[in-house]
């Protein structure tokens, strides 16, 4: 996609995320995570160093189903992540900020995937020591390019810890029958969110909109 990307800068144009577009096209909470800046090259290169670096121990362990639902999921909440911490306009003279501001990147899910490694790591008893460190590193990345979407980041993060618990929760014969259901629900509360921030800023936009008028 991001080779794409260059020879069609359009695609980034369909697919990046914004809470306002969001609204109306939820596909983009999604979408947003198989693109990136076309100008920054670090930041692609850094995801896929982490994501290589972190799937080649966590996908055989969970297998690829898993991993790529905890991937998913994770670039989901990443994007719900970014949409929560947004600031809604209080009138149409301040339609501007993280509200209108398109977001791209895999951040979100690499993400989730730091926060399900540190914790399945805890529970086994290993050092997490070495993941601190990636995880520094990605999470400075925003100060050095004012572009990176921190809140994506920690999106992110909180979705991978919410599946890994229920992962780690629904182990064993007993169990293993709620453990696709209990990732529905991780899922269920993700989208909630979403559909509750925007219920609320509908509703305060539009009484905004009243007295500005």
């Known amino acids: ?61 969970l297998g690829w189903a ?14 719900v992540g970014y949409l929560l911490l947004a600031s809604p306009p209080q009138n149409w003279a301040e339609m501007g900020g993280a509200w209108v501001t398109p977001m791209v990147g895999a951040s979100g899910a690499v993400f989730g995937l730091f ?45 991978g810890l919410a599946l890994a618990g229920v992962l780690l929760a629904t182990r064993g014969r007993q169990r293993a029958r709620l453990q696709w259901p209990a990732l529905a629900g991780v899922l269920l509360v993700v989208v909630a969110l979403a559909v509750v921030k925007y219920a609320i800023v509908d509703t305060s936009f539009a009484d905004a909109v009243i007295r500005f008028s």
Not at 6 to 32: C, H, K, N, V, Y
Request: proline fraction near 4%.
């Open 66 to 79: 898993r991993f790529l639902t905890l991937y998913l999921v994770s670039a989901l909440g990443g994007s």
């Open 115 to 159: 926060g399900a490694t540190m914790l399945f790591l805890r529970h086994s008893g290993s050092s997490v020591r070495g993941l601190w460190v990636l995880l520094a590193i990605n999470a400075a990345l925003p100060f050095i390019y004012r572009e990176i979407a921190w809140q994506a980041h920690l999106g992110g993060f909180v979705t």
């Open 1 to 61: 996609m991001f080779f794409l990307q260059q020879a069609d800068r359009s695609i980034i144009l369909l697919g990046q995320f914004s809470p306002l577009t969001g609204d109306e096209q939820p596909w983009r909470f999604l979408t947003s995570a198989f693109l990136h800046s076309p100008t920054m090259f670090a930041h692609i290169l850094f995801n896929m160093l982490c994501l290589w670096s972190i799937g080649q121990w966590l996908e055989p362990m």
